[in-house]
C-alpha cells in the first residue's frame, strides 16, 4: 500500500511539472519587456552572436562605453538570439518572455527534486507549488533575464552537488558531470557563478566534518580519502570553469585577469539609483542594513513564512544523515544575504538580484510543512493546518487572477498589501505595464485617429526604448520620444505613457499622480502602476521654448496658464520659479519654489531653486538652512554643497568653506564651479600653488 501511495506520488510530481512546463510560458505571453531587457540584455545577446558567428572578429561584445554588460555572462540572452533566428518569430519578446519563463520553470522543478531527495515525493510537490505561487518570482521569471535564469543554474547546481555527495563513491562519473555543467552555465549567467566552486570545495569539507565522528576527522585512511575527493571536485571545477570561460567572450581574452576584474566590478557595483523605501526616495547605496531582510519579509507568501517558522520549530525531527544537505540549503539561502549586509553592497529592485536564494528558502520552508504533517498525523493538528495553507494560498491565486500579467508587483497581507505599500515602496520598478498602457493607447486612440502628410501622432514615456518596440507595427502615425516624468512638460507629445517608477511617494500618496491630464490607469489591486495622459494644450511647452531660447520674461504668462489648467502641476511651478529667478524676481521665485514644495515636499531642484532666491536676497541663514535640508533628502545633489561653501565664503569662514567645496568635489568630479570657488579661497589664504592646480584641473573638465 505505501508503495503504491509512494507511485502515485511520484506521478503527481511529475504530471505537475509538466503541467507547469506548459502554463508557465502561456503566462508570459502577455508579459511586458522588462526595464534592462531592450536596452541591454538582448542587443547585447546579438552582439555575442556575431561574435561566435564571425570566430571573434566582430568584437563589439567585449566592452561597451556606457555598459558593464560584457563582464555578464551572456548565456541566456544567447540561447534566445539563436532560437529567434531558428524560427524568425513576428513578436522577437514573446519568444524571449516564453524561453525566460521555462528558467523559472527549471528553478522551480530542481528545488522541487531536492526536496524529494530530504523529504520525498510529496515534499517535492509542496516545494514546486510554493515556487509557483510565489507572487514575485513569477513575475519575475516572465521577463527578468539576468536574475532568474541564475536562479535556475543556482539550484540545479546545488542539487548536482547535493547528489554528488549523496551518492559519492558510487555512480561518481556519472554525477560529477552535471555539477560542472551547473557551475558553466552559472558562470555563462553571471559571475558569481564562480562562488560555487567555492562552496563545492567547502560542502566537500562539511559532509566530511558531519559523516565522521569528530575523533575520526584525523585518521590517515580517511585523510586520504578526502584528498582524492577534494582533488576529484576541483578537477570538476576547473571543467565547469572552462565551461563558463567558453560561454563567455568577455573572459576569452583574459580567462584569469577578466573573470577577477568581473568579480570585484560586481562586488562594488557603483551603479546606484533612487528608489521608494519607507515611504522616502533613497539611493539605492545609501539603503539601510534590513532592506534585503525586510523586502523578502514584505514580498514572499505568508505559506513559505509559515513554512521557514515550522522548520525552525521542528529542526530537532531532521535526520542526523541528512544534516549536511540542510546545512547546504540554509547555507546557500543565507549566506549571500549575510555577506551583502556585511559588504554594504549596492541592492534596490527589492530584492530581485538575490532571487537566486528564494528555491533554497522554499524547499526549507516546504520540509518545515511536510514535517509538521508528518509527524503530527492526528486529525485535528493536520486538517487546521491544510486549511490555513489553502486559505494562506488564496492571497496568491487572486492576485494571480485580478492583476496578470503584472504578477511580481506583490505585497503580503502581513505588510498590508499592494494597499498599504503604495506610496512607501516601490511599485512597477521593471517598468512592466507600460504593455498594459500601450494596448490600451493603441487599441483606444491611436487605431481611431488619421494622420495625414508628415504629421504623426507624438507619443513619449519614461522608458521610451519599451514603447517604441510595442508601436513597431505604427511607426507611420506614431513617433516616440523620451521623456522624464518630472520634465514632462518640457518636450511636444500628444500622449504619454508612465510607468510608476521614480514618482514621489508624497504624490502617491495624496493621489496627486496619476495628473489631471490622465486618461486611462492600468492598475494593481486598484492602485495605478501605470498612467497614460494626454496633453490638453501646450502652454507648459510654450513657457519652456520662451525660458529655454533665453526670453523668461514672456514664458511667465505661459507657465501662469498652466497652473491656472492644473493646480497640482508641480513642474509648471517649478519652471516659474526659474524664471523669476532669471529675472530678478526673487520673492516671486521663492514662493513659487515653495508652491512647488507643496505639490512635492524635498524635492531637490526645488529646494535648490527656493535656497538660489534666499541666497540673492541676502537671507543666508534661510537659504543655508534649504541648502542643508537638500544634502539630507539628496546626498548627490552636489550644488548643494557648492552653494553652502558660498554662503559661508561670503560670511568670511573660509575653512567651513572649503570642506564644503571638497564635499562638492567628492559628489561630483566633473562639476566646475567648486574649483573654480575653491581656488580664490585658497589664493586669498595664500595657498597660490593649490590653488593654481584646482584651476588647471577645472579648466580641464569639459
Known amino acids: 500500500m505505501q508503495q503504491l501511495t509512494i507511485q502515485l506520488e511520484k506521478k503527481i510530481f511529475y504530471g505537475l511539472a509538466a503541467l507547469l512546463f506548459i502554463l ?51 548565456v541566456f540572452d544567447l540561447t534566445t538570439v539563436v532560437v529567434i533566428k531558428i524560427f524568425n518569430p513576428d513578436d522577437e519578446y514573446m519568444v524571449r518572455h516564453m524561453l525566460n519563463s521555462l528558467t523559472g520553470w527549471t528553478a522551480l522543478f530542481f528545488a522541487g527534486l531536492i526536496a524529494v531527495m530530504l523529504g520525498g515525493w510529496r515534499a517535492g510537490i509542496i516545494t514546486m507549488l510554493f515556487m509557483f505561487f510565489s507572487p514575485r518570482f513569477l513575475g519575475h521569471s516572465f521577463n527578468n533575464p539576468k536574475d532568474i535564469p541564475f536562479a535556475a543554474t543556482y539550484i540545479f547546481t546545488i542539487y548536482s552537488i547535493i547528489r554528488f555527495l549523496k551518492y559519492y563513491p558510487k555512480n561518481r562519473f ?7 555543467l551547473g557551475i558553466g552555465l552559472s558562470i555563462g549567467v553571471r559571475v558569481g557563478g564562480i562562488l560555487l566552486i567555492v562552496y563545492f570545495l567547502f560542502f566537500v569539507g562539511i559532509h566530511y566534518l558531519f559523516t565522521n565522528n569528530y575523533k575520526q576527522w584525523f585518521n590517515q585512511e580517511k585523510l586520504i580519502k578526502l584528498g582524492r575527493l577534494l582533488l576529484f571536485a576541483s578537477l570538476i571545477s576547473v571543467a565547469g570553469y572552462t565551461l563558463g570561460i567558453l560561454l563567455w567572450p568577455y573572459a576569452h581574452k583574459a580567462p584569469i585577469e577578466n573573470t577577477f576584474k568581473a568579480m570585484k566590478f560586481m562586488e562594488a557595483y557603483g551603479t546606484s539609483l533612487r528608489q521608494v523605501f519607507e515611504g522616502k526616495t533613497i539611493w539605492s547605496d545609501h539603503a539601510p542594513a534590513y532592506y534585503l531582510p525586510k523586502y523578502i519579509f514584505m514580498t514572499i507568501p505568508e505559506f513559505v513564512i509559515l513554512g521557514l517558522i515550522c522548520f525552525i520549530v521542528l529542526s530537532g525531527k531532521i535526520k542526523k544523515e541528512d544534516s549536511t544537505w540542510y546545512f547546504i540549503l540554509l547555507f546557500v539561502s543565507v549566506f ?10 549596492n541592492v534596490y529592485g527589492g530584492w530581485r538580484h538575490i532571487s537566486f536564494i528564494y528555491p533554497g528558502l522554499v524547499i526549507i520552508a516546504s520540509i518545515g510543512i511536510y514535517t509538521l504533517l508528518n509527524n503530527f498525523k492526528q486529525k485535528y493538528i493536520r486538517f487546521p493546518v491544510i486549511a490555513l495553507l489553502l486559505f494562506l494560498a488564496f492571497f496568491p491565486i487572486k ?77 507611420d502615425k506614431v513617433k516616440i520620444i523620451y521623456i522624464r516624468y518630472y520634465e514632462r512638460g518640457n ?7 508612465i510607468a510608476n517608477s521614480y514618482i514621489n511617494p508624497y504624490q502617491l500618496k495624496r493621489r496627486i499622480w496619476p495628473p489631471a491630464n490622465t486618461i486611462h490607469t492600468i492598475d494593481v489591486d486598484k492602485k495605478p502602476v501605470c498612467a497614460v495622459l494626454e496633453r490638453k494644450n501646450k502652454d507648459d511647452l510654450k513657457g519652456y521654448q520662451l525660458m529655454n531660447s533665453g526670453n523668461p520674461m514672456a514664458a511667465i504668462p505661459y507657465f501662469k496658464s498652466a497652473v491656472l489648467q492644473d493646480k497640482k502641476y508641480e513642474m509648471a511651478y517649478l519652471n516659474l520659479a526659474q524664471c523669476y529667478l532669471s529675472t530678478g524676481q526673487y520673492k516671486q521665485a521663492a514662493n513659487s519654489a515653495a508652491s512647488c514644495l507643496k505639490l512635492y515636499p524635498n524635492y531637490d531642484k526645488a529646494l535648490n531653486l527656493l535656497g538660489i532666491a534666499y541666497l540673492n536676497n541676502k537671507d543666508y541663514e534661510k537659504a543655508l538652512q534649504v541648502f542643508l535640508k537638500n544634502m539630507e533628502e539628496n546626498p548627490k545633489y552636489v550644488a548643494s554643497y557648492y552653494y553652502a561653501g558660498v554662503i559661508y565664503s561670503q560670511n568670511n569662514d573660509p575653512e567651513t568653506a572649503l570642506k564644503y567645496l571638497q564635499e562638492a568635489i567628492e559628489v561630483n568630479p566633473r562639476y566646475k564651479p567648486p574649483y573654480y570657488l575653491a581656488a580664490q579661497i ?21
Open 336 to 345: 549571500p544575504v549575510v555577506y551583502i549586509i556585511y559588504k554594504e553592497s
Open 491 to 497: 518636450s511636444d507629445w500628444d500622449y504619454a505613457i
Open 174 to 180: 556519472r554525477f560529477a558531470w552535471p555539477v560542472a
Open 24 to 74: 508557465m510560458p502561456i503566462m508570459s505571453i502577455k508579459s511586458g519587456i522588462s526595464g534592462d531587457e531592450e536596452t541591454f540584455h538582448y542587443p547585447h545577446g546579438k552582439n555575442v552572436y556575431n561574435y561566435y558567428a564571425t570566430f571573434g572578429k566582430d568584437t563589439t561584445c567585449l566592452y561597451y562605453d556606457n555598459s558593464a554588460l560584457h563582464m555578464y555572462g551572456p
Open 399 to 475: 492576485h494571480y487572477i485580478t492583476n496578470h500579467p503584472h504578477e511580481y508587483i506583490y505585497y503580503n497581507k502581513l505588510s498590508g498589501g499592494v494597499e498599504k505599500a503604495y506610496g512607501r515602496y516601490e511599485m512597477d520598478y521593471f517598468y512592466h505595464s507600460l504593455k498594459a498602457g500601450s494596448d490600451w493607447l493603441i487599441k483606444n486612440k491611436i487605431e481611431k485617429t488619421t494622420v495625414t502628410g508628415d504629421d504623426k501622432i507624438i507619443v513619449a514615456s519614461n522608458l521610451s526604448i519599451i514603447v517604441k518596440y510595442y508601436f513597431r507595427n505604427y511607426k
Open 682 to 702: 585658497n589664493k586669498m589664504k595664500g595657498n597660490a600653488e593649490f590653488a593654481k592646480k584646482l584651476m588647471e584641473v577645472a579648466n580641464s573638465l569639459p
